[in-house]
């Protein structure tokens, strides 16, 4: 590959990598304002402590809601109108979100008055931003695994999620030092609102940057748009590479589509499980409310924040490993290794927190925590998912295995606030029964890829279909491994 095929491909990777970032930092932007948000929109309504915690969780994860109707809607939006349309739609679903949950009350009352009566609309912009991270979640690495060569695919389809962590970081930062421009009641009156208005300017710069990038040779051969495909893929490639890789997408879409179960139910259930496993095992319930835990450990507030930064940091800085390891070592032993290390953190949190061991040690967990998930399942399992659904039902599938990730989410990010916020589980586990249910899911996750998963390194997309030539109605009998 030249050097300007490199540049290209890498230009159009990170472009797409934008929609990474706005997922990240629509996701952990609510981080900094969970006590705003309790605060204006759920306090004045003095419900009961068990209604105020699931009124309380839902509006933390109400986009979660929009991010399972963008997802499932992002495989038919991209087959029938492009991924670049799609990424185009979610840019602009992000900036208006950004802008509606700053002001809820525009067009409908005094900013800073309305109290509860603005939480339905503050949820609605929420969902609506939660649709475009699920058109985003599915088609950024969709986008990147379709123009990238295949010895470099699982490099770049990782640097979306590194934008992800980028944009959980940034938000981090942009949080912790809104925060520091006044004190707690400033915070709870203004900063939060600058927070979630903050996001509208990378979602302004997305949308700029979508109008100058071409649409993927597979989308293009899928509408019948050969010629297109050729001259694109032959720019992407080379001239040698780009002719062979045109012929072998063109034999794997001889039929353009076909039924979701054309390969068998094994590798539509091995989509599903990557993606619950990946949320399943508590990563977004530490993300959402790191602040909320650290609080827990007695950290004031805004040392939470700033502690917060430091888990991001150390999330990035865990990517960046997986990012240059996932095409050497291949995809099983990171997310077997990621699993295995995340159990231990997990177990080792709630050990802190069921002793009273907090501070550093329990501080040590989660950053051991964060570290083993953004070396393997964060970047690794979207890899995966871009990469193993055959060409033919790859919409189809993708778009349910990550609608499937969305409702795990949801029911983490949501069960996290009412299972810490219950005074029975709080009295006997001290703030720590949630840990330890992520420890052992964290376990299943791992035996799960060894048994189940097959690795695709150095595969080409249309080859990684073989895996799943003979119809199943069940998981694969075995494991194929990828060629060398």
Not at 366 to 388: D, N, Q, R, T
Request: one cysteine or more; a neutral charge; hydrophobic letters at 55%.
């Amino acid at each position: 590959m030249s050097k300007n095929s490199s540049f290209l491909v890498a230009r159009l990777a990170m472009i797409a990598s934008v929609g990474g970032l706005l997922f990240g930092y629509d996701t952990a932007v609510i981080s900094g304002a969970i006590s705003s948000i309790d605060l204006y929109f759920i306090d004045p309504l003095h419900l009961p402590e068990t209604a105020h915690n699931t009124l309380a969780g839902f509006t933390v994860s109400s986009a979660l809601f929009g991010c399972v109707l963008g997802a499932a809607a992002a495989g038919w939006t991209a087959n029938r109108y492009g991924r670049r349309a799609a990424l185009i739609l979610a840019a602009v679903l992000f900036l208006l979100s950004a802008i509606g949950s700053a002001v809820p009350e525009l067009g409908l009352g005094a900013i800073g008055q309305m109290g509860s009566e603005a939480l339905i609309p503050f949820s609605l912009y929420r969902i609506l931003g939660g649709v475009g991270i699920g058109l985003a979640s599915m088609i950024s690495p969709l986008y990147i695994a379709e123009i990238a060569p295949h010895a470099v695919r699982g490099r770049l389809v990782s640097y979306n999620q590194m934008a992800i962590v980028t944009g959980i970081v940034t938000v981090y930062f942009v949080n912790w030092a809104i925060a520091r421009q006044g004190d707690d009641s400033w915070l709870h009156t203004l900063g939060w609102r600058l927070m979630f208005a903050s996001e509208a300017l990378p979602a302004a710069l997305f949308l700029l940057l979508l109008m100058a990038v071409p649409d993927t040779p597979r989308w293009l051969v899928l509408k019948g748009r050969d010629e297109e495909a050729g001259a694109l893929l032959r720019e992407l490639e080379g001239e040698a590479s780009g002719r062979q890789a045109l012929a072998e997408i063109e034999a794997s879409l001889i039929q353009r589509t076909r039924p979701l179960f054309s390969f068998g139910a094994g590798v539509v259930v091995v989509g599903i499980l990557l993606s619950v496993f990946q949320q399943a095992v508590g990563i977004n319930a530490v993300l959402y409310y790191a602040p909320s835990i650290f609080s827990n450990m007695g950290v004031t507030e805004q040392g939470a924040l700033l502690q917060t930064v430091l888990v991001g940091a150390v999330n990035m800085l865990a990517t960046l490993v997986a990012i240059f390891t996932v095409d050497r070592w291949g995809r099983k032993p990171l997310l077997i290794t990621g699993g295995l290390v995340m159990a231990v953190a997990m177990g080792s949190l709630a050990t802190c927190f069921q002793l009273g061991v907090l501070g550093l040690p329990a501080l040590i967990a989660v950053l051991v925590y964060i570290a083993g998930f953004a070396l393997s399942w964060g970047p690794v399992a979207w890899v995966l998912l871009a990469e193993i659904f055959p060409n033919s039902i790859k919409g189809k599938a993708l778009s349910i295995a990550v609608a499937a990730q969305w409702l795990a989410n949801i029911t983490v990010s949501w069960s996290f606030k009412v299972l810490d916020g219950n005074s029975w589980l709080t009295a006997t586990f001290h703030h720590g029964f949630a840990y330890w249910l992520y420890a052992v899911i964290s376990v299943l996750a791992a035996i799960f890829v060894a048994r189940f998963v097959p690795e695709t390194k150095g595969r080409t997309l249309e080859s990684i279909q073989t895996f799943w030539v003979s119809p199943s109605d069940g998981l694969p009998s075995s494991v194929p491994e990828a060629a060398d």
